[in-house]
Every structure is written in structure tokens, then in C-alpha cells.
């Protein structure tokens, strides 16, 4: 049993970005998608899609290089299930100078804290990618 999907999720992309493989699989969930979608939105990733292996769901997630490096240099989660973190839309920091984002789940879905900030909403900050 895991229990912490996301960090399982983030820790096969960091991965899969250091090993320079195009795609890599993760398990399927509602809100994987979201973050991948938000991800994709931003451009740290080319795209994703559900696949079905072994009888079971995953998310083929595509991924991002420029000039042969990687895009993603960081991908942390913030968020843990042993320490929540929560901030309100003020206090939502940028991420290295505005060059990286965070990844917040909000009461209107999954999105970026520009995207968070542009909606006035603030939620629990699930990862940060630069």
C-alpha cells in the first residue's frame, strides 16, 4: 500500500527527467490528471494520456526536454500527508523569482498559483516545479 501517490507520481517524473526516457508511466487518478494537466498548461510537460496495462490505468506522461535537457530541474511536494500545507491566495509566494510555479488544490480544482491568484482562491499547495 502507498501512501503518498503524489510524491510517487512526482518521484517517477523527476526520475524518468534525469534518465532522459520520453514518457513514463504512473498510476491513474482524478487528481494525477489534474496536476498533469496543469503541468502541460505551464509547458513543463508535452502531454499525457491514459493508457490501459496489465489491466490496470495509468497516465503515460510525455516528457519535455530543450537544448537535451530537461525542462523539470525541481519537482518537490509541498503538501504531505503528514504535514498539510494550506495558504490563502495573499500569501502565496513566487517560486524561485517567479521562475518556477506551484501546483495548488483549490475548491474550484487543481490549478497553478498564477491561475489561483487570477481566481482569488487559495487551497492546499500539493507541489512546486521549477
Known amino acids: 500500500m502507498m501512501t503518498d501517490p503524489i510524491a510517487d507520481m ?21 487528481l494525477k490528471a489534474g496536476i498533469l494537466m496543469v503541468l502541460e498548461r505551464e509547458g513543463y510537460i508535452d502531454g499525457f494520456e491514459e493508457i490501459k496495462k496489465d489491466n490496470r490505468q495509468y497516465l503515460r506522461v510525455v516528457l519535455k526536454y530543450y537544448n537535451g535537457l530537461p525542462v523539470i530541474k525541481v519537482l518537490e511536494r509541498v503538501s ?40 482569488n482562491v487559495g487551497g492546499e499547495i500539493l507541489c512546486k516545479v521549477f
Open 10 to 30: 512526482l518521484a517517477r517524473i523527476k526520475n524518468a527527467c534525469r534518465r532522459y526516457f520520453e514518457a513514463v508511466d504512473v498510476p491513474s487518478s482524478r
Open 80 to 119: 504531505k500527508p503528514s504535514r498539510r500545507v494550506y495558504s490563502k491566495m495573499k500569501k502565496i509566494s513566487a517560486v524561485y523569482n517567479g521562475f518556477g510555479i506551484y501546483v495548488l488544490s483549490t475548491s474550484v480544482g487543481i490549478m497553478s498559483d498564477a491561475e489561483a491568484k487570477k481566481n
